[in-house]
């Protein structure tokens, strides 16, 4: 065979689709000027496009990593233990560690020492740690409660009412439990929601759809459609999130909703367990693979996971495409 | 592109429902045909022409390319969706692992015996590498052959012969062409000469270009000179990341919606000078992103396992539950005095703990309850496992009569379980760890008389 032209010319035309539809814009924490005291705040969601399909459209606000802590003892693997072994127990010196020690600029607080099976702390006492972590670092503050249905709508509304104007975000509110008190206690104190469903899509559209007629305004719901581990039915939440978000840029108002994936969940999974302290890939990936299939906000046990997921976000929103 | 259904399929089937191809009719055969799941050879009664209509008609929008001969074959591609929720991934990605032609003899056949004897187990299968790639470290055409005659001895493995140096793939086809290794990679700069290197050993060829315009001119090319096998590379020439990304998400797009030139698998490598944890962070966003086959430069059996794992889940296909038969399983050599342990039938959930139960050496029955594949967590947030079902387990499986104690293990997840279970049963319930890895422990505690 003789080749002896050069390679013909071809047009290429990328292969772009535009969507009607746009994923609300939240924010999370509220600045002194904006009526609190954080040191910065930020604004998630805005997609226009599937993630960094940067030749459809440009990511409007990079996706945002935050830290997770709890507040009653709890059983961590020992890479996590290592790094934080001094302070777990205590939900103020572990912010703060989070926050002094490896960068964090968003911390999440799980209320864990609620839950009447455990400590079965009252909303006031949880409001009181919640007043204190506030105190003790500036960044904005997402707020869960212990997964207890019945518990979790009070202990949320209280703490929502003592973090008045901090834009904080609760966490969460699902069809089983009273989410309309989630709902109003935030609107009423300007927080944010993060409403939760159990890898089903209606569900997660029914919920959102709820917490919506309540006068919970679009610009202050998140949905968490579960994060499971890699190795664990990682590609069930992969796929979910696939589907909400091309659902919300199709138009469907009820999921236009910025993606929050508890990534801290990859540690459920026994593979992670058995990692080098400081190489925790499991949860890492399970973080790639939550980003990569739409998440807004994505939240981290171990600081390497953060550090290497904020790398690559900001690797993927380089502006030199 | 329009998706082919049966119906289009069997205006060009013979319509005579004469069932030789196993099928009774043939709106079924074309319906296997459109799942993938018949071949058209079955149909004994297509002219010529019918049967290249059908199989342009069936034919994926990415194509379906092999690397390898005889039965040492690798397949890649074939590939009919962006998404795997739109239907399936049906190919998996192939994970080949680097050497370079610089090592000393002794370390070459280490790495090679090293990549050969990798293996996982995933959700009760054993798995392994795919394929060897030969990295020509320099330009000397003799260390290159050296290494592909040592790698054609120490493994059976296809074979990727990397070089941009059409002398020193020459060279290495000289060796080994006949097991059809992948040639990597013709560019806009080498492309006469690999694809005739490629044509004359019939290999598949890897076509590499950062240019989208570029690398479907090439394709163009190279379909033009007579060759069909080829697969794209829109990575490695990409000045960042997000460019590769973008890359790759516009070649499967455009492939989906119709685009001939872009559709082949895509083969994407990791960076060189990252540590191994990077690199396998950086191999898990390319197999996020439709990569069809994946080059990694380290063996890390941490960062493999893991990067296995996400393949495994990625390819799992979404219309089939994984679930395993509910029942009562036996380990080691459980006799009336051996703990009863339970768990549910989601395939995951039950290959984790019967692997943790076996690493803890413990003679046990396992009560599989049928939670309709979900695993222990979810089971019980969707309400798919109560007391009452796992008292229906136990008289199926006339527990009662196997073991002489009455003591059921749950697990720690389902505490909030256990009174309900015993009214329910009759027995004891303990609540086990949350973790079946702390089975063993947890076992050798209980006093089973």
Redesign the interface.
Known sequence: ?V???E??????E??SDSYPGAIAQVKIGATKSEGGTRKKRFIIGGARA?P????EHPTVNSPVVASVIFDSPI?LPRSVRNLFGDVVGDPVDWAKKWVKEFGSELVMVNLTSTDP?KEGRSPAEAAKTVEDILEAVDVPLIIGGSRNKDKDPFVLEKVAEVSEGECCVLSAASLEMDYKRVAKAAQAYGHSVISYS???FVMQKTINRYLLDTGLSKERLIMDPTTAA??????YS??IM??LR?AGLKGDADLQAPIAAMVFNAW?A??A?E??P??P??E??TG??SL??GADLLIVLHPRTAE?LNS?IQ????K?? | MKKIGAFDIYKYLPQLNCGDCGEETCIAFAVKLVSREGTLSACLHLKDEQIAKLREMITPPVREITIGAGDVVITIGGEEVLYRHDLTFFNPTKIAVEIPDALPEEKLIERIQAIEDFQVEIMGKKIGLDLIAVRSAGQNSGAFAKAIHILAEQSRKPIILRSEDPQLIEAGLELVGEKKPLVYAATAENWEKMTELALRYGCPLALSSADLMELKSLVKASLRAGLKDLVLNPVTAAKTLAHALNNLAMVRKAAIKGDRELGFPVVTETQYGLTSFEEGILASVLMNRWASLLIMHSLNPAALTALLTLRQNIYTDPRVTPKVDPGLYQFGRPNKKSPVLMTTNYALTYYIVTKDIREAAIDCHLLVVDTEGLSVENALAAKRIDGGKIAKAIAEQSLGEKVEHRKLVIPGLLARLKGETEDATGWEILVGPIYSKDIGTYIRRIDYG
Not at chain 1, 7 to 12: E, N
Not at chain 1, 52 to 55: A, H, Q, R, S, T
Not at chain 1, 230 to 235: N, T
Request: hydrophobic share 40%.
């Open positions: 065979v080749m002896n032209e390679p013909p010319p071809v047009g290429f990328p292969p599937p960094f399909y940067e030749f059983s099976e159990d890898l089903d890699l190795g664990y039915g990682l590609e992969l796929s696939e589907r091309l459920a026994p593979g367990w990692e080098k400081d190489e890939l499991w890492t990936i790639v693979t990569l299939a290497q690559l690797k993927l929103t380089s030199e495409v």
